[in-house]
């Protein structure tokens, strides 16, 4: 069997990406597949000290303590450890690390240390000695890591890293690439097998992108008011508080009274936690208590096949 190359796009202040590592982990022993880690810049504009993630998200601390929740869940069920995420910092300075540590030592194990150097100590991966003490713990050389991290001897290489993710259009990690064939978000140990498994198929949108989509019937004399209150508020809340990774919204053009949000995940298993999430319940709280029941509703969530 012909060795076959996946890309990984990621980045280590990435929860979905130290999750989806792990899943990988577990399945991609079985195949003859060499893996080529992309580093992409998730938040590059993120200070060296950091930035608080609720003023990154925009959220209030009920709706981040909701979202700690939701992602400490699902790493307990990979048995990872993982401590609730109260600042997001610069990952810049880590991917560099990685890189080196990766291509010259062939170290995979400094991977593993940046994830924790953040998810697990809850560290600032800008700093210096936060980023020797990862490569101290993966066994790399600590004066010559000290050396390349100074003089940033890697700086190009990520340069052309994040600019090989804007070329390809990658908006999201982690991204997993295989030949023609593509998956986005922390996927179940299934959707790898399939993507692993199946071959000549262009895309795998069937993994890759999932809508909620809410369906509200709005009379007439409603109309002006409720486009108006979603156009400016709602959509944009309800997106942060879902997480979602892109909304969009509008009318039917048969039934003028029909209205149409969609909120995108990239994978079924974000989509489903959502319907039994304490956002939505807060969403539905803020829409029943502005409309005062007059507008009914419908959700059901739909999963892409196919894309030509």
Wanted: charged content about 30%.
């Amino acid at each position: 069997m012909e060795t076959k190359t996946l890309q990984i796009f990621t980045d280590y202040v990435c929860p979905w990406c130290y999750l989806g590592q792990a899943r990988l982990k577990k399945v991609i022993k079985k195949y003859k597949i060499n893996l080529d880690i992309i580093h992409f810049p998730l938040h590059p504009d993120t200070p060296k000290e950091g930035r608080d993630l609720l003023d990154l998200f925009g959220c209030s601390q009920e709706e981040l303590n909701q979202k700690n929740s939701m992602m400490g869940q699902l790493m307990n069920e990979e048995k990872l450890e993982y401590n609730d995420r109260v600042y997001t910092y610069n990952s810049r300075l880590a991917q560099e690390l990685g890189y080196w540590g990766q291509t010259k030592y062939d170290n995979e194990k400094i991977h593993d240390e940046l994830y924790k150097s953040y998810f697990i100590n809850k560290k600032n991966v800008y700093e210096i000695d936060v980023l020797l003490n990862a490569a101290s713990k993966a066994k790399l050389p600590q004066e010559e890591a000290k050396e390349i991290l100074e003089k940033r001897t890697y700086k190009d290489v990520i340069d052309k890293h994040w600019e090989y993710s804007y070329k390809l259009g990658v908006t999201g990690v982690p991204t997993y690439i295989l030949d023609k064939s593509y998956l986005v978000g922390a996927q179940q140990e299934d959707n790898f097998h399939q993507l692993f498994e199946k071959e000549n198929i262009e895309r795998l949108w069937c993994f890759m992108r999932v809508f909620l989509i809410v369906k509200s019937f709005v009379p007439s004399y409603l109309k002006k008011d409720f486009d108006n209150w979603y156009e400016k508020e709602h959509l944009f809340e309800a997106k942060k508080s879902f997480y979602a990774i892109s909304a969009l919204r509008g009318w039917d053009t048969e039934n003028e009274d029909i209205h149409y949000a969609y909120y995108e995940f990239d994978n079924l298993e974000k989509a489903n936690k959502i319907l039994k999430s304490e956002a939505l319940k807060k969403m539905i709280s803020i829409y029943d208590k502005k409309w005062s029941n007059q507008i009914d509703r419908t959700r059901k969530i739909i999963s892409i096949t196919q894309e030509i």
